[in-house]
């Protein structure tokens, strides 16, 4: 397959390499001094003591690149827009598209059952509709990833979870395809798992109740999700939170499974810290603000989870990484 992987950084470098070594033609949208030694030296991912080398195609101008058979976004949510211009050179007749990012995806609303619960305005996530009007419901495909990695120099991407490394996918109407059994393959034979989800959204709220309440108390103390789990001076606020967080999912998935403070929890920065501590633009809608207002359309009263988002918000701004 032609595939091409949008937004090229930490993650979707190592499955540039995986799917690469797997045999596809992968090209890279990706920018900055991570392009430049990816042109001059070939892509790089390290698990543990491996490292393996691929030579890929990439550019900051997708013009460049072709039509693909399969695009793969790995933006972070706050970047998604860059699609508006730069996802139609690569796209052919039956280029699919895999939105794989945090929280709740501006397609959310697209396609959904007819059972499931009234969506919220979910405006903010695509403003001015200008993803709606260039990227048609037949060609999204939804993805959930679980991985951790970090680029550790300019074209060397590190894997940091090697025995959990998964990406999910689904049509966004939930339907079964040939498409995704295909796609599935692909990604197996490239060692990144994806097993079968029947709901898409199901999984998508699964890894959004750590997100949106965890990962952005991490963010307030500066701590890794474990810290946070294991800190006794947390210990009756984290159940509170994700109580809270629980009864928005199922408000939306009733199946999708609760998670507690027993749970496993990686002893790393989740992305949301990641991001405030380099001074990126911070996925503060999609993590934090989209979330409750599922809560509002649901009537829940969630005044733990609207506390940390109000001083989210507000460690965002003070620093100038959100303008929400």
Not at 1 to 25: E, K, N, Q, Y
Not at 35 to 40: G, M, S, T, Y
Not at 122 to 137: E, F, H, K, V, Y
Request: proline share 6%; hydrophobic share 45%.
């Amino acid at each position: 397959m032609r595939i091409c992987i949008f937004g090229a950084g930490a993650v979707g470098s190592h499955f540039a390499v995986r799917l690469a070594l797997a045999g596809h033609d992968v090209c890279c949208v990706m920018r900055g001094p991570h392009l430049e030694a990816v042109k001059a030296g070939g892509l790089k991912l390290r698990v543990g003591d491996a490292e393996y080398s691929a030579r890929i195609k990439a550019s900051d101008d997708p013009a460049t690149l072709g039509a693909q058979d399969l695009v793969i976004s790995t933006l972070k949510a706050t970047a998604v827009n860059s699609l508006v211009t730069g996802l139609p050179p690569l796209l052919g007749d039956d280029t699919a598209v895999v939105f794989a990012q945090n929280g709740i995806p501006w397609w959310y609303d697209l396609g959904l059952a007819a059972d499931h619960p009234a969506t919220p305005d979910l405006g903010i996530l695509d403003p001015g509709g200008r993803l709606r009007a260039t990227i048609p419901m037949h060609r999204i495909i939804g993805g959930v990833i679980f991985s951790s990695n970090e680029v550790i120099a300019p074209g060397i991407a590190a894997n940091l979870s090697p025995d959990r490394n998964v990406l999910l996918i689904g049509e966004c109407d939930d339907r079964a395809s040939e498409r995704i059994e295909r796609l599935r393959a692909v990604l197996g034979e490239a060692s990144i798992a994806s097993p079968v989800v029947p709901r898409i959204r199901e999984a998508i709220w699964s890894k959004l109740l750590t997100n949106m309440s965890m990962s952005v108390l991490c963010l307030l103390t500066g701590q890794t999700a474990r810290a946070v789990r294991d800190d006794e001076a947390l210990r009756d606020v984290v159940p509170r939170l994700l109580d809270e967080a629980n009864s928005i999912a199922q408000s939306c998935c009733p199946d999708v499974k609760r998670v507690t403070r027993s749970g496993p929890a990686p002893d790393h920065k989740p992305s949301i810290l990641q991001d405030y501590e380099l001074g990126r633009a911070m996925e503060i809608d999609v993590l934090v603000k989209a979330p409750a207002a599922f809560a509002r359309a649901a009537g829940l009263s969630t005044p733990m989870l609207d506390l940390l988002a109000g001083l989210a918000i507000r460690q965002a701004r003070d620093k100038g990484l959100y303008q929400g």
